[in-house]
């Protein structure tokens, strides 16, 4: 890996886990539903206008279901569902339920092509299951069914994801830019009518709203375009590295700027997630193998 993608795949890595600050600060003002459309539409008008810049026109209308499909399971559904999430839990929590998601596809998988799982795969998901009950026996939150639907949402919104990725290998081959435009459209078609039953509950600060901006811009629209020029650069798999850093820059975020404490459930339960992540995904086999030829 060059110095140039390993750069981008940090500053990747510390955007995506900078939007679950975000949330975090802006979930209780706006609501889940103002929240992810100020999201989601923000992040539509940038790939808008840098399509406008690469004269790439987008052929909406003509793959509207898949640009719905993928919009829903890849954008507005997790987005909403770890916006609720943010009301209760911290960000750097959230961050690490996060990254469960190639847990969660290694089961779907599972389940999508009736395979059966590899050694390394019930161990990774066994450990992952172990760091999600360390988080939830975290002391600093009061264990409550408020906050455990939290938890369940913050999961449900990473199962969305791993549907999502399985979908997009049997779904219309387009170009991953126009992926990401157009649905990104769609999730905020989708999103619009919900801020009719989930209404802003306040008139969000300064601070707030520079959050929201910063959320769709940056740590969405842009980061789809890094993270597409990460996989053109070193491939799928390597890119996939970017899941383990996440929490770790989730968990930075919150302590530096919403004063989160970091306790050892804390940490303990990212370790097991991501080392468990790693097993699933192959990353761990993978670099013993190597390890053993060289």
Not at 114 to 131: A, D, E, N, Q, R
Request: aromatic share 12%; glycine share 6%; net charge positive.
């Amino acid at each position: 890996m060059s110095l140039a993608s390993l750069l981008r795949l940090f500053f990747l890595a510390a955007i995506w886990g900078a939007s679950f600050l975000f949330m975090r600060m802006a979930a209780n003002s706006l609501g889940p539903a103002v929240l992810i459309e100020f999201r989601v539409g923000f992040a539509a008008l940038t790939l808008f206008i840098v399509a406008l810049y690469l004269k790439r026109r987008l052929a909406f209308i003509q793959h509207k279901k898949h640009f719905f499909i993928i919009g829903a399971l890849n954008s507005a559904l997790p987005f909403l569902l770890f916006a609720y999430a943010a009301q209760t839990i911290s960000a750097s929590t959230l961050s690490i339920l996060n990254s469960t998601t190639p847990i969660w596809g290694a089961v779907v998988g599972i389940i999508w092509s009736k395979t059966k799982p590899t050694k390394s795969m019930v161990l990774g998901l066994l450990l992952g299951l172990i760091g999600v009950a360390i988080l939830v026996g975290q002391n600093h939150f009061v264990l409550n069914s408020q906050s455990i639907i939290a938890i369940v949402t913050a999961l449900s919104a990473s199962l969305c994801y791993a549907i999502a990725s399985h979908y997009t290998k049997n779904a219309p081959k387009l170009a991953p830019f126009d992926n990401a435009h157009g649905s990104m459209w769609a999730a905020s078609f989708m999103v619009l009518p919900l801020i009719l039953f989930m209404p802003m509950r306040e008139v969000p600060t300064t601070n707030v709203m520079l959050g929201v901006l910063t959320l769709g811009v940056v740590c969405t629209a842009l980061a789809y375009i890094l993270f597409f020029k990460l996989i053109e650069d070193i491939g799928p798999t390597s890119a996939l590295t970017v899941t383990f850093l996440i929490p770790l820059f989730g968990i930075f975020w919150g302590h530096l700027i919403l004063d989160e404490q970091i306790g050892p459930n804390t940490l303990l339960g990212a370790l097991f997630v991501i080392v468990g992540t790693m097993l699933v995904t192959g990353f761990l086999p993978r670099k013993k193998h190597l390890a053993k030829t060289s």
